[in-house]
Structures are given as C-alpha cells and as structure tokens.
C-alpha cells in the first residue's frame, strides 16, 4: 500500500478511535479523503481494528457515502427514501439512467459520471432531490435534470 495511504489509515484511525463503533465513520473519512476505499485501504482499517476484513468489506459496501471503487469525475446521489418517491423520485431515477446510459451504483465508461442512490439528506419538503458533488437540487423534474446535465456538460467542455 501507499505510504501516504497508509499514513492516512493511521491519522484517521487516531482521530477516531480504533473500536468497532468507530467503523462507519473511519471508512466515510478515509473514502472522502481518497475518493474510494481499495483491498489495502480496507485490509489496513481491519488489522487497525482487528476486526475481519470481511466485516470492513460489508460496511463499506452498505453505505453509499463510502465507496469501494473509483468514482467518476461528478457524484450524483439521488434520494431513494419514500418522501422523494412519492414526488416523483422514480421518474428522476429513470431519467438519470437514461441521460448517462449507466445505472444506479455503475460509473460511465469516460469516468465522467457515477450514479448512487443515498437515503433522506432531509430535504424531502423539496423532493425529489439529488446532489451532483457538494450541491444539491431539489423539486427536480425529468426536465429539469436534462437542464442540470446539459450545464454540466457545458462547464465541462462538451464532455459525454
Ligand atoms: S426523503 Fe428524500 S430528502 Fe428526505
């Protein structure tokens, strides 16, 4: 593994403890720091804690804030709870998988774009809601989406 990797392990580690409790929130800072959690990463994390990689493995997998493999240039993460379903959520997932021609927990093949479901990011008063990196949008329409990933693309120079 990386030294500097691996100098993060055990920053992050220090920081918050090394119980089991402390699990989620390691991976979530280590994934954030580094964009995605690879073998070593999670191997170090479970020797740290000695607990089972398998266990590390799972956690990571289970949380949409953690990811497990490289992500692409922009994160979307489209609420998938019952408040944003009810107004529409489905018709903005398909809309996604649509416009980027992935589906939800894929990345496109150009490392443009990676589509990921989140649970409540508590702002269901204005749902269906998304965010694209750090912003969020909400009272989304499937036009309204195809208006986003249009300027997006724009910024990006043209890209797919
Ligand atoms: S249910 Fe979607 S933001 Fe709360």
């Known amino acids: 593994m990386e030294e500097r990797m691996m100098h ?4 992050t580690v220090a920081r918050y403890g090394s119980t089991d409790e402390a699990l989620v929130e390691i991976l979530r800072d280590l994934s954030q720091q580094a964009g995605y959690l690879d073998r070593p990463t999670l191997a170090a994390v479970a020797k740290k804690l000695a607990v089972p990689e398998s266990r590390v493995f799972s956690v990571a997998s289970f949380y949409s804030m953690i990811s497990v493999e490289p992500l692409g240039k922009h994160v979307i ?3 998938q709870d019952a408040p944003c379903h009810v107004a529409g959520g489905r018709k903005i997932w398909e809309t996604l ?3 980027l ?3 939800f927990g894929q ?3 150009d490392g443009q774009w990676t589509l990921m479901p989140t649970s409540c990011i508590g702002l269901c008063a204005v749902g269906p ?5 750090d912003e969020v949008f909400g009272n989304l329409t499937p036009e309204k989406v195809n208006e986003i ?4 693309r724009e910024q990006d120079g043209g890209a797919a």
């Open 129 to 133: 809601v998304m965010m694209i990196d």
């Open 97 to 99: 998988e649509q416009a």
């Open 107 to 109: 990345t496109t093949s």
């Open 77 to 79: 993460r489209m609420c």
């Open 101 to 103: 021609g992935i589906q």
């Open 8 to 11: 993060q392990v055990d920053e």
């Open 149 to 152: 990933l249009a300027r997006y």
